[in-house]
């Protein structure tokens, strides 16, 4: 199994720019969730989706939207770009509710 | 959700037995409590979860007080490579998908 993959794994965009950041799991899980973490910081959560075809917020959702059509994969939409977005972006999978969840390596995301 | 509080850094020398407080003095009764390890540049990684009473596997155990209001993430005889933040989360088997990270504990090994 390849666990958790994101790509890419180092972004550079404009202000005003949109791009979607992918995420895919091989272990049919159907918990997911995307994260961001600022330097210096803990992760914080963005979008979070229980299954295929729902989808809800978490902590800081402004700026980002989700979509989870498949039970594999879980893109995250960077709408705008703006400077306050540059982060790096982890998306994680759980196989239950209670569960561990698995982290992608991570994609590091720089708007200027 | 609850909140927890962790300090924000230890130190410890090669060798050592490292324990690591979590406060979570709101804990609902179905929340579990979970540790994770991120190293730099690396996504979180798993360590231990547990309900009660204490949890053991093969890298770490886990102390919880009857009251469940703090748990204790004991790392034995930790070594250089064990450099890195640790997350205590407490939450539901409701709530797990929707979990927030701290600022972690950043523990740092010399030699």
């Known amino acids: 199994n390849a666990g958790v993959t994101q790509t890419p794994k180092f972004q550079v965009l404009k202000t005003g720019q949109s791009m979607t950041l992918q995420c895919a799991q091989d272990m049919n899980h159907e918990y997911m969730s995307w994260y961001r973490q600022d330097p210096g910081m803990g992760l914080r959560l963005i979008h979070y989706s229980v299954g295929a075809g729902i989808t809800d917020q978490g902590e800081v959702p402004n700026g980002y939207n989700v979509s989870r059509s498949t039970t594999e994969d879980f893109p995250l939409r960077l709408l705008s770009a703006a400077p306050s977005q540059t982060s790096v972006y982890f998306c994680a999978s759980s196989g239950d509710r209670g569960g561990e969840q698995y982290f992608g390596p991570g994609t590091r995301l720089t708007v200027t | 959700l609850a909140k927890t509080t962790q300090p924000i850094s230890m130190d410890s020398y090669e060798g050592q037995e490292v324990n690591i407080t979590c406060s979570h003095n709101n804990i609902a009764t179905n929340d579990y409590i979970t540790w994770y390890q991120q190293f730099p540049s690396q996504g979180p990684r798993f360590i231990i979860q547990?309900?009660?009473t204490k949890v053991t596997n093969e890298v770490a155990s886990l102390f919880i007080p009857a009251d469940r209001k703090s748990s204790t993430l004991s790392l034995p005889r930790v070594s250089l490579s064990d450099t890195a933040v640790y997350y205590c989360l407490v939450g539901s088997t409701g709530t797990a998908s929707k979990l927030t990270f701290g600022t972690g504990t950043r523990l740092q090994v010399t030699l």
């Open positions: 547990g309900y009660k």
